[in-house]
C-alpha cells in the first residue's frame, strides 16, 4: 500500500519509505531466493480475505492475507510472464506501461558492472521492430515527450522500462506495445550500438560524479560491507565498461531479460481486456534457452567490518551518517505484520519531532532525522543522519544521542502518541477521498515498486481501515518496544564527512558513538493546546461587491468591500483537494537591482516566524490531523502563500493566510537557523559544475542582477532578526491581495470564508515598485565566454550559450511559438552531442520568457561535459542555431515537436495547477485571461517558415552571451 506524503518533513520521509506491504509474499523468486513460509502459525496457507471461495489468489497476493485490491486485474502468461492492469482515466486517455526486470546492478558479476544500466540504454538504440533512434522519435509523433513520457531506470535490484502515452489511440497503443515487446525481448546489442553508447555512459558516470557521489559511494561502502550492495553501483566502473563488447552485453540480457523475470503493469483510460490481449499478443510467445539465473545472495551486515569512517570534501558542511543494521529476512505479508509496521513509523515520527523541536529551538544540530529502510533486500537498518552547526560535530552528536537515549528509556506520553496519530490518519483519510482521481503513471509505478521489494499493495481504504482499527495497539509500551527494537542491530556504523582534516577522525568518531550518554528529556514537547481560538481576531467580515464571469468554464473573479480580489473555480477534476494560493505585494519588484538585500531569508523564516502569540511548534499544533498547509515563495511580480486543502478546512486554511499578513509574529530562532543553514549551504556550491550552476545561472543570465544572487557568508552575515523584521514586516502590510482558489469547494461557502477572512483585513497600502519590469537583462553579448571555476574534478566542466528574446504579456504568444523552436533545438541538440558524439549525457535547450518583466528572456542551450569539449559544445550549438534560421525544418520534425507540446497542454489542462498559474495575477492584468484563450494553438499550430523566421529573429551569432564553469587548472577557451 502506497501512503500520502504528510506536511511535516520527518512524516513524508517515513511514509514515503512506508507501505502495508514491504514483506515478500510467494511471488516468482529467483531460484535460490530466500522466500517466507506463506503460512500462518497454525500452518496453513495465508489468503486474503475479500476473494470468494474457489477464486484462485492473484500472484502478488500468495502467502499473505492483506485484501486484494480488486481494482487491478491479475495474471500469468504460460511463459511466467506476470501483469497487472486496470482502467484509470487520469488524465484522460492516458495509458501509463511499465515492464520490470527483476535484474538490476546487483545481478550483475564483477566484469559486468555497469552492465544492466548501459544495457537500458542499449534497448533505445534499435531493437527487433524499429532501427536505432527510431523509437523515440514514433512517440514523440505519438505526444509522448522523451525523458519524462517515455524512459527507463536501473537501480540494484531492477531495471523498468517506462511510457506514458498521452490521448492514446488502438492503433498508437498496438504499435507501443509491439516496440516495447521488441526492445525487451529483442534489442540489436550490434558492436556498433555498444561501441556508440559507452561513451554516453560515461558521459553520464563523469556528470554524475564529483563529491556528492563520493559521499554516497563512501557510506554505502562502510554500511553494507561485506554485502555485494557495497560495491554495487548501477552507473558501473570505468573499466568494465571500456571493456564492454557486444557479445558480453547479450550474454547478460540472455541470463536476465526472461519471462519469469518480467513484470508488466498497465494503468491507463483503456479496457483491461485490451491490455490483456495486448499482453499475450507480443509476450506470450516468448521463450529463452537454458535455465534462469540463480540468485546471486545479497549477503548479510558483517559484525567483524570496520564501524566507522571519515571521508574530507571541502566544499561539504560537517555531515553525520550512521547506520543500525540488521539481516534482511523475508517475512509474512500479514495484517498483522504490517500493523507492526504502522506502530514502528510512529515511534520513528516521535523522535524526529522531537529532534526538529531541539533544532528549532536553537540547538547544536541545524538539522537531524531517523528512518528505518529495507535497502535493496540487503539490510533492515534503522538511519540517522545530523548535520552540525558549526565545526563541533561531537557536541551535535552527543546532544542527538542524548535525544535517543530518552527515547529509549522512557515511554512516549499518550498525548505525543494522539499527535502522530492524528497525523497519519488524516493523510490516509485524503488518500482515500482523492482515491479517484490518483494518477494512473503513479499506480503503474506502484505495482513495480511492490514487486522489487517483494510486497502486495492493498487499496487506500485497505490502509485507513488497518490504521483504524488497530488504535488500542498504540500503547506507550509497545511503542517504546519497537523504539527499542529499531536501535538494536548486529553492528552499527556511522561516516563524518567534513570540510577538513580531522585529526584521528575514526578514533573520535568511534568513541563518540560508544561514549555513555545522558538521557535528555528536554527535547520532548510538552502537551499544550493550541485551537483557531488562539490566534490573533481578525475585523468585521467585508462583503462582496462586484463578481465577474470571466466566461471561462466556471471561474469567476469576485471583489471584496476592502480591496481585496478573488478567484474562484469550484469542480472536482480532482476530488476533496482546494488550491489555495495568496498573491500579494510586487515579489522581486519589491527589491532593488543595484544593491544586495534579505529577498533570499524570507522562504526560510517567514512562515517559521510565527502568527501573533503563537510560534512554529504552535503552528504545528494548530493545524495537527488537518489538510491545512503554508508555503511561501518570491515570484517576480508578488509574494505567494499557498496550500492544497479540502474543503472541510478551507476556512481555516484561510484564516491562517490572512492572519499571517495581519498579525505576523518576528521569533528569532527561525532566523539564525535560516543564516546557519545558508552559511552551511553555501560551501556545498562549489563543489562541481552542476552545484555552480544551480547558484550562478540564475544571476548570471539576469545580468548579476543581486536579487537572484545566492546568499553566501557576507550577505548571511548581514541577516538577524532585527533586520529580517525591518524588511519584511513592511512587505506583508502593502499592495493589493489575490485569492485564487482551485478545486472541489462550493462556491457559496468559500465565498462566505473569504469575507470573514481576506475582507476582515484592513484595506491595504499602496506598495512601492523598488525596481520595476523594465529591470532585468539578458547579459551584452560577449566574444570570450566568462570563466567560473569549480572545486571538483579536473574532468567536469559545463557550458552554456544563450541568445536575448523579450519578455511581459505582450509577446507571450510569440513565447509560446519560443517553446516549439526550443524543442526542435533541444532533439538536434541531444541527437548530436549526446546520441552521435557522446560528449553531453543531459543537454538541453530551455525559453525564458519572463511574463512580468518586459525583457530579459532568452533561449539558452546547457550542457555538462569534459573540458576538451567545451569547444564541440559551442560549436554543434552554434551550427544548430545557424542551420535553424537558414532553412525550414521538415515537416515530420515540427510535428515531433508540436504534438507532444499539445499533449503536454491538453493532459495538464485537466488539472487544477494548470489554469491556477495561468490566471494568477489576472485580477492586476486581465491580459492574461484573454493569453489563455490562444495557449493550445499558440504551442501546437505553427509552420516550418515561421520557426526559420523566429531562429532568424533570435538565434544571432552575434547577440550571444556563454559562460563555462570549468575546473580549477583547466585553460580558458577562446571564442565560442
Not at 653 to 676: M, S
Request: some cysteine; glycine content about 8%; proline content about 8%.
Amino acid at each position: 500500500m502506497t501512503f500520502p506524503l504528510m506536511r511535516c518533513a520527518p512524516v513524508a520521509a517515513a511514509l514515503a519509505a512506508l507501505s502495508l506491504v514491504i514483506s515478500p509474499p510467494l511471488l516468482a523468486n529467483l531460484p535460490g531466493e530466500p522466500v517466507a513460509s506463506g503460512k500462518d502459525a497454525n500452518g496453513k496457507p495465508l489468503r486474503p480475505p475479500n476473494l470468494e471461495p474457489g477464486e484462485k489468489t492473484p500472484w502478488l497476493y500468495k502467502g499473505s492475507d492483506v485484501p486484494v485490491d480488486k481494482g487491478w486485474t491479475f495474471g500469468e502468461l504460460s511463459n511466467g510472464v506476470r501483469y497487472a492492469v486496470r482502467r484509470n482515466g487520469v488524465p484522460p486517455g492516458q495509458v501509463a506501461i511499465r515492464v520490470r526486470i527483476d535484474a538490476g546492478s546487483m545481478m550483475e558479476t564483477d566484469s559486468e558492472q555497469g552492465y544492466a544500466h548501459l544495457l537500458e540504454h542499449l534497448t533505445f538504440r534499435g531493437s527487433k521492430y524499429v532501427p536505432d533512434g527510431e523509437a523515440i522519435r514514433i512517440w514523440q509523433r505519438q505526444g509522448a515527450t522523451f525523458g519524462s513520457d517515455s524512459n527507463a531506470e536501473t537501480t540494484p535490484t531492477h531495471t523498468v522500462y517506462k511510457l506514458d502515452l498521452p490521448a492514446v489511440t488502438p492503433t498508437a497503443l498496438d504499435e507501443s506495445m509491439k516496440i516495447l515487446s521488441g526492445m525487451i525481448r529483442e534489442p540489436g546489442l550490434t558492436s556498433e550500438a555498444v561501441k556508440a553508447e559507452v561513451p554516453v555512459v560515461m558521459a553520464e558516470l563523469r556528470e554524475r560524479s564529483g563529491a556528492q557521489v563520493r559521499v554516497g559511494d563512501a557510506t554505502r561502502q562502510l554500511f553494507f560491507a561485506g554485502q555485494k550492495l557495497a560495491e554495487r553501483s548501477p552507473i558501473g566502473k570505468i573499466e568494465t565498461l571500456n571493456a564492454a563488447t557486444s557479445d558480453a552485453v547479450r550474454a547478460f540480457h540472455q541470463r536476465w531479460y526472461r519471462p519469469e523475470n518480467t513484470v508488466i503493469s498497465i494503468a491507463g483510460d483503456v479496457d483491461p481486456a485490451t491490455l490483456e490481449t495486448l499482453i499475450q499478443t507480443y509476450y506470450g510467445d516468448w521463450k529463452v534457452k537454458g535455465k534462469q539465473a540463480p540468485y546471486p545472495g545479497f549477503g548479510d551486515p558483517d559484525p567483524k567490518q570496520p564501524v566507522a569512517r571519515t571521508i574530507t570534501e571541502p566544499g561539504f558542511p560537517y555531515l553525520i551518517s550512521m547506520a543500525i543494521l540488521r539481516p534482511w529476512k523475508p517475512v509474512n505479508d500479514t495484517i498483522e505484520y504490517n500493523q507492526q509496521l504502522l506502530i514502528d513509523l510512529v515511534a520513528t515520527q516521535l523522535i524526529n519531532r522531537r529532534l526538529e523541536g531541539r533544532a528549532r529551538g536553537g540547538g547544536s544540530f541545524l538539522q537531524a532525522q531517523v528512518n528505518q529502510e529495507d535497502v535493496s533486500r540487503s539490510v533492515d537498518g534503522t538511519f540517522i543522519s545530523v548535520v552540525p552547526i558549526g565545526d563541533d560535530w561531537q557536541a551535535a552528536l552527543a546532544d542527538v544521542r542524548g535525544v535517543l537515549a530518552d527515547a529509549l528509556a522512557t515511554p512516549p506520553t499518550p498525548e505525543e502518541i494522539a499527535r502522530e496519530m492524528a497525523e497519519f490518519d488524516a493523510a490516509l483519510a485524503v488518500r482515500v477521498e482523492s482515491a479517484a482521481t490518483e494518477a494512473g503513471a503513479k499506480q503503474a509505478d506502484d505495482i513495480v515498486g511492490a514487486v522489487d521489494i517483494r510486497e502486495t499493495i492493498a487499496s487506500p481504504q485497505t490502509a485507513l481501515d488497518v490504521f483504524r482499527g488497530m488504535k488500542e495497539m498504540y500503547t506507550p509500551e509497545r511503542l517504546l518496544e519497537s523504539t527499542r527494537r529499531q536501535f538494536t542491530g548486529v553492528t552499527t556504523r556511522a561516516i563524518l564527512v567534513s570540510p577538513k582534516p580531522v585529526d584521528n577522525g575514526e578514533a573520535l568518531l568511534t568513541a563518540a558513538l560508544t561514549r555513555d550518554v545522558s538521557a535528555d528529556a528536554s527535547a520532548r514537547l510538552a502537551a499544550a493546546k493550541v485551537t483557531f481560538d488562539d490566534l490573533p481576531t481578525l475585523g468585521a467580515p467585508g462583503t462582496v461587491v462586484s463578481t465577474t464571469d470571466l466566461k471561462l468554464l466556471d471561474i469567476q473573479m469576485i471583489e471584496l468591500s476592502n480591496g481585496v480580489k478573488a478567484i474562484l473555480y469550484p469542480n472536482d477534476a480532482e476530488v476533496s483537494k482546494i488550491m489555495v494560493k495568496v498573491r500579494f505585494g510586487n515579489g522581486y519588484q519589491a527589491f532593488p537591482a543595484d544593491k544586495p538585500s534579505l529577498v533570499w531569508a524570507g522562504q526560510s523564516a517567514l512562515v517559521a516566524s510565527g502568527i501573533g502569540e503563537i510560534g512554529q511548534e504552535g503552528l504545528d499544533r494548530l493545524t495537527n490531523g488537518r489538510r491545512i498547509g503554508f508555503g511561501f515563495e518570491v515570484e517576480n511580480d508578488a509574494f505567494a502563500f499557498s496550500a492544497d486543502t479540502r474543503r472541510a478546512d478551507l476556512e481555516d486554511q484561510l484564516r491562517l493566510f490572512a492572519t499571517k499578513l495581519a498579525a505576523p509574529r518576528w521569533d528569532a530562532n527561525p532566523v539564525r537557523r535560516a543564516k546557519a543553514g545558508t552559511e552551511l549551504a553555501y560551501r556545498s556550491y562549489g563543489m562541481s559544475p552542476q552545484t555552480v550552476l544551480e547558484r550562478d545561472l540564475s544571476y548570471l543570465t539576469r545580468n548579476r542582477d543581486p536579487r537572484w544572487k545566492v546568499p553566501g557568508p557576507e550577505e548571511a552575515a548581514q541577516l538577524t532578526p532585527e533586520a529580517f523584521r525591518a524588511t519584511w514586516e513592511p512587505l506583508l502590510q502593502q499592495g493589493p491581495i489575490e485569492v485564487l482558489l482551485f478545486g472541489d469547494f462550493d462556491r457559496a461557502e468559500a465565498i462566505a470564508a473569504l469575507e470573514k477572512t481576506f475582507g476582515a483585513l484592513p484595506p491595504r497600502q499602496p506598495v512601492p515598485v523598488i525596481a520595476g519590469p523594465a529591470t532585468v537583462r539578458f547579459p551584452a553579448p560577449n566574444g570570450d565566454p566568462v570563466v567560473v571555476r569549480h572545486e571538483g574534478a579536473p574532468d567536469q566542466a559545463a557550458a552554456f550559450i544563450g541568445w536575448p528574446t523579450g519578455g511581459g504579456l505582450e509577446g507571450v504568444q510569440e513565447s509560446r511559438q519560443l517553446e516549439i523552436l526550443t524543442a526542435i533545438f533541444n532533439s538536434r541538440l541531444f541527437d548530436q552531442l549526446r546520441a552521435q558524439a557522446g560528449a553531453s549525457y543531459a543537454p538541453q535547450v530551455v525559453n525564458n520568457w519572463p511574463i512580468a518583466f518586459d525583457q530579459g528572456g532568452y533561449i539558452g542551450v546547457i550542457g555538462q561535459l569534459a573540458p576538451e569539449n567545451v569547444g564541440k559544445f559551442f560549436e554543434i550549438a552554434n551550427a544548430i542555431a545557424a542551420d535553424l534560421a537558414a532553412r525550414p525544418v521538415e515537416p515530420d520534425e515540427l510535428a515531433r515537436a508540436t504534438e507532444p507540446l499539445r499533449q503536454l497542454v491538453s493532459r495538464a489542462s485537466t488539472g487544477n495547477n494548470f489554469w491556477l498559474n495561468q490566471l494568477q495575477g489576472a485580477t492586476r492584468d486581465p491580459r492574461r485571461i484573454a493569453a489563455l484563450r490562444t495557449i493550445l494553438p499558440d504551442y501546437t499550430v505553427t509552420s516550418p517558415e515561421k520557426m526559420q523566421a523566429l531562429a532568424a529573429k533570435y538565434l544571432v551569432k552575434d547577440k550571444a552571451w556563454s559562460f563555462v564553469v570549468l575546473p580549477e587548472e583547466a585553460s580558458a577557451p577562446s571564442g565560442r
